[in-house]
């Protein structure tokens, strides 16, 4: 049997009983719920909810959830109470894949579903395992994270870069495991965020994600920047989340 912690540990704080609607934002790989510390609370009528993994920050002694469908599972049993209104699930790079297959878990299981799915810098499920992280080494990804503590606006401290590292190479072997054998259409509108300064995923590369989609469901877009930019929560993606929610 599966052990689920506490809702509260998966969430940095409860979400507020009067939001319109909820948006669960899953972390990009080797990092915490407090990369969102740079987002508003809300956009519009939506609460932004940053989602807290096992094995970093303040849940660093658990152990790592391992695969995505395991981390999908426990992430829908813990989120379960925070289901009551309409909600999406959002996430960049390797989190894109995180938000999806928790997507994928609730539709399967019969849970509320996600009204929609916003997929940032990630290709399709099915297209995967596919980025230039899943052949770094560990030296190589050490280089990678520090460069990414940086430009989310902290220090570099070598004891706690390497235990950010450590989890880290198992979010990666996490991803290197991902892939569906063909597309699923999800009764959600799946929204395919790219950037235009994106070195890691073309947005080119993202457009597997339309088999994902009913028709008149899919709704891709290109935003101005590279590939970190979204941690700045530039209007245009905030914009985009407001309005994919139908606020």
């Known amino acids: 049997m599966t052990t689920v912690s506490k809702p509260g ?5 409860r979400p507020s009983p ?38 970093r920050e303040n849940r660093m002694r658990e152990p790592h959830h391992g695969s995505y469908e395991s981390l999908a599972e ?28 928790t997507a994928l878990h ?10 929609a799915v916003f997929v940032s810098s990630q290709v399709a499920p099915h ?11 560990r030296d190589e990804l ?13 220090r570099v401290q070598p004891s706690a870069l390497d235990l950010a590292l450590d989890v880290l190479e198992q979010d990666v072997a996490g991803n290197r495991n991902y892939r ?3 597309p699923v259409v999800l009764d959600a509108a799946v929204h395919a965020i790219g950037w235009s ?6 947005p080119d590369q993202m457009d597997g994600w339309r088999e994902y989609a009913a028709p008149g469901r899919y709704h891709p877009v290109v935003l101005a920047g590279e590939h970190h930019a979204f941690l700045k929560a530039p209007a245009e993606l905030m914009a985009r989340f407001t309005e994919g929610l139908a606020l």
């Not at 540990?9 to 704080?13: A, D, F, G, T, V």
């Not at 049993?77 to 999806?100: I, N, S």
């Not at 300064?197 to 073309?202: K, L, M, P, S």
């Open 9 to 13: 540990r998966w969430l940095l704080r």
């Open 18 to 55: 009067d939001a319109a609607a909820r948006l669960f934002c899953f972390p990009y790989s080797g990092c915490g719920a407090s990369m969102y510390n740079g987002w508003p609370r809300r956009t519009g009528g939506v609460e932004l909810c940053a989602v807290q993994l096992p094995a």
């Open 74 to 101: 426990q992430a829908a049993e813990a989120l379960a109470p925070y289901l009551d209104r309409p909600f999406g699930v959002f996430g960049h790079c390797g989190g894109a894949l995180a938000a999806f297959a």
């Open 106 to 115: 609730l539709q399967r299981t019969g849970r509320p579903a996600p009204t």
């Open 127 to 137: 297209q995967g395992p596919y980025g230039r992280f899943l052949g770094l080494g």
């Open 142 to 154: 050490r280089e990678e994270l520090a460069r990414l503590t940086v430009s989310m606006g902290g």
């Open 180 to 182: 569906l054998d063909a």
């Open 197 to 202: 300064g994106d070195v890691e995923i073309r």
